[in-house]
């Protein structure tokens, strides 16, 4: 018997076919769509963000390692210090070139030698130079290394052993880094965060 003469019989009627989509739902689809690429562009740059901060981690780590072989490899001079020795190195900006430089401040002279090498004495290169000598050229130079490395880099050089004790020194070293999350200690007024890495140095 045929389909639709059956369902006359039985009171039914054909339902129209439903074809296309209507704008509602299309305006519904591209919403979801957004919402969706938004939340994969904000995970893509906090991945970013991170893998940022661990690169320059990274840097600060082997930079305090390569400071610490600096005092070690010259323990006759850095023993040599006051108890309370405290060496600051900050970075600025010249105003000429633009460049980053080392400037520094401590408690206490580096022998009768600064850390500008005005005095221009000594190629530790060909040997033969005083601990004092080789302690500022070996400072200048790391120093020159980690400012290049970094944003507003600093770092000190400091003596925490109790009086009478063999040096203990502690480096700090610290940068700014924009980043979505706080991962740093603290946060300055420009939005930038002030990252740091310490660690000890028993001579």
């Known amino acids: 018997m045929d389909v639709s003469l ?46 940022r901060d661990a690169n320059m981690r990274s840097i600060a780590t082997f930079s305090a390692e390569s400071l610490a072989a600096i005092l070690r490899s010259n323990t006759r001079y850095w023993k040599s210090l006051d108890e309370d020795f405290n060496l600051k190195i900050e970075t600025v900006i010249d105003g000429t070139s633009g460049a980053a430089l080392s400037a520094y401040s401590s408690t206490q002279a580096l022998g009768d030698y600064n850390l500008d090498l005005a005095d221009g004495g000594c190629d530790i290169d060909a ?53 979505r999350a706080v991962t740093g200690d603290s946060e300055d007024a420009s939005g930038n965060l002030i990252n740091q890495y310490q660690t000890l140095v028993k001579l």
């Open 127 to 179: 040997g033969g130079c005083a601990p004092e000598e080789i302690a500022v050229t070996d400072i200048k130079r790391w120093s020159d290394n980690w400012v290049a490395s970094a944003t507003n880099a600093g770092a000190t050089i400091e003596n925490i052993a109790a009086a009478g004790e063999s040096p203990l020194f502690r480096i700090t070293l610290s940068w700014r880094q924009k980043q």
């Open 6 to 51: 059956m369902n006359k019989a039985a009171g039914l009627q054909p339902q129209p076919s439903q074809q296309g989509t209507t704008l509602v739902e299309v305006l519904v689809t591209i919403v979801i769509f957004s919402f969706v690429m938004l939340g994969v562009a904000s995970a893509e740059l906090v991945s970013i963000s991170s893998a």
